[in-house]
């Protein structure tokens, strides 16, 4: 059973440019939560979507970050104009439910290094 | 607002020794989760060891078990036999009636041989 799936594993873009951060979530997952982890942090949630749904999106910067899980192929992380400070690690993580109960399991981090 | 306490920012231990990693958290809800994640150089998120706080008896995985004091609310983590491979960043993570994990700020394990 394959586990979370990130790509790229490292995204390098230049200030002002798009980057697109690509997450699959484990075989029958149907919820995915992304994290950032800035530089000696700690992950901070950021957003909750289930297939087609934004669910909870309250830990996301509310310009230039939008999130998508649609109902074929990977979760996107989409940061528009990418500014030095979104340099930083992003996980992606997923798990069968929604409830606390349920562990999250973690894809292994997209690092965006913005120049 | 839930918070997640890693005091310590780096810890060293003798291969084949034991070392505690100690986390304190503070949430106001009576139903939570409590978790240790190890990120190693690679920086993948590995799941250690999960507590449920309904649960008096700690968990444990092998080498690795916890010290769960509700009252204290605290969580620390004990490695035993400590291995080269166990170097890495640990990470302390509580979820309480939500989706959200909060984080600790990590703490950095090294393993002397």
């Known amino acids: 059973n394959a586990g979370v799936m990130q790509n790229p594993r490292h995204l390098v873009r230049r200030r002002g440019q798009e980057a697109r951060l690509r997450c699959s979530p484990m075989?029958?997952?149907?919820?995915v939560y992304w994290y950032r982890q800035l530089p000696e942090e700690g992950l901070k949630f950021m957003v909750y979507?289930?297939?087609?749904?934004?669910?909870?999106e309250s830990g996301m910067p509310k310009e230039r970050f939008s999130a998508e899980f649609p109902k074929e192929g990977p979760s996107i992380l989409r940061i528009q104009q990418v500014v030095r400070g979104d340099s930083a690690a992003y996980f992606c993580?997923?798990?069968?439910?929604?409830?606390?109960?349920?562990?999250?399991?973690f894809g292994p981090g997209t690092r965006l290094t913005v120049l | 607002a839930q918070t997640v306490t890693q005091s310590q920012p780096e810890m060293s231990v003798q291969e084949a020794e034991t070392v505690t990693l100690s986390c304190t958290y503070d949430?106001?809800?009576?139903?939570?989760?409590l978790f240790w994640y190890k990120q190693p150089p690679s920086r993948q998120m590995i799941l250690v060891i999960r507590?449920?706080?309904?649960?008096?008896q700690n968990a444990t995985e092998n080498r690795f078990s916890v010290n769960f004091q509700k009252a204290a609310k605290s969580f620390s983590l004990k490695i035993s036999d400590s291995q080269l491979g166990d170097a890495a960043m640990y990470f302390c993570?509580?979820?309480?009636?939500?989706?959200?994990?909060?984080f600790g700020t990590g703490t950095r394990l090294k393993v002397l041989a």
């Open positions: 949430t106001s809800e009576s139903d939570y989760y």
């Open positions: 979507l289930q297939k087609e749904n934004i669910i909870d």
């Open positions: 993570a509580c979820a309480s009636g939500t989706y959200k994990y909060i």
């Open positions: 075989k029958g997952h149907s919820h």
């Open positions: 993580a997923s798990s069968p439910d929604y409830l606390s109960t349920d562990t999250q399991y």
């Open positions: 507590q449920e706080a309904y649960k008096q």
